[in-house]
């Protein structure tokens, strides 16, 4: 069974850094792209990235293209979300995602709330 | 900017069917932007029902389809039961930027 447990959530201040963790188990880790996608209170999904089973390729919409950084680390079975000068609109719910062939998103964490507040 | 439009809220009745569709600001919706469906309760994380335009998991009711229909995609309900209400979102992938782009979300009521 494909399980992911996201961490690393919590209060931060605006022009503060996170770094979210995803614990991936159930699968072959190192043979699926991954994913991360957020949710503001109350709001809709929106995709923030998408990194290639290697690593070696990642993916951001313009919104936090340059802020967030993702990654992963194989040995370990963990993707990482590193996100800097966060702004109270990054409060949100974040999830961390297992994509397929042309199947994104097939499986998903139960989130970690990240909120940017002084 | 690109964005992706949902039908804001649609009502069924419990056996009905509805439609619920995915419409790109950059033009006609076609099996290359590998439409894909999640359906999220509220409290719970989203759960993929399709992708590719019209493939299902083994976790996918049978009422649920996916399809191309005007230019959109879509993701049919028939047969609707009380525990489908919830909110369903579309993902699109535009290749030209490399990036996927959710909808807004529709909001199905079962009443």
């Known amino acids: 069974e494909v399980q992911l447990l996201e961490s690393g959530g919590g209060l931060v201040q605006p022009g503060g850094s996170l770094r979210l963790s995803c614990g991936a188990s159930?699968?072959?880790?190192?043979?699926?792209?991954m994913s991360w996608v957020r949710q503001a209170p109350g709001k809709g999904l929106e995709w923030l990235s998408s990194?290639?089973?290697?690593?070696?390729?990642?993916h951001y919409p313009d919104s936090v293209k340059g802020r967030f950084t993702i990654s992963r680390d194989n040995s370990k079975n963990t993707l990482y979300l590193q996100m800097n000068s966060l702004r109270p609109e990054d409060t949100a719910v974040y999830y961390c995602?297992?994509?397929?062939?042309?199947?994104?998103?097939?499986?998903w964490g139960q989130g970690t709330l990240v909120t940017v507040s002084s | 900017q690109t964005v992706v439009t949902q039908e804001p809220s649609l009502t069924v009745s419990p056996g009905g069917t509805v439609t619920l569709t995915c419409a790109s600001s950059?033009?006609?919706?076609?099996?290359?932007?590998?439409p894909s469906w999640f359906q999220q309760k509220p409290g719970q994380a989203p759960r993929s029902l399709i992708y590719?335009?019209?493939n299902k998991h083994s976790w996918t009711p049978a009422r649920f389809s996916g399809s191309l229909l005007g230019g959109k995609a879509a993701l049919t309900l028939s047969g609707v039961q009380p525990e489908d209400e919830a909110e369903y979102y579309c993902?699109?992938?535009?290749?030209?930027?490399?990036?996927?782009?959710f909808g807004g979300g529709t909001k199905l009521t079962v009443l």
């Open positions: 995602a297992k994509d397929g062939d042309w199947l994104p998103c097939g499986n």
């Open positions: 159930g699968f072959t880790f190192s043979s699926s792209a």
């Open positions: 990194i290639t089973e290697s690593g070696g390729g990642t």
């Open positions: 950059t033009g006609a919706v076609t099996s290359g932007y590998s």
């Open positions: 590719s335009t019209s």
């Open positions: 993902l699109l992938y535009f290749g030209d930027t490399q990036v996927w782009v």
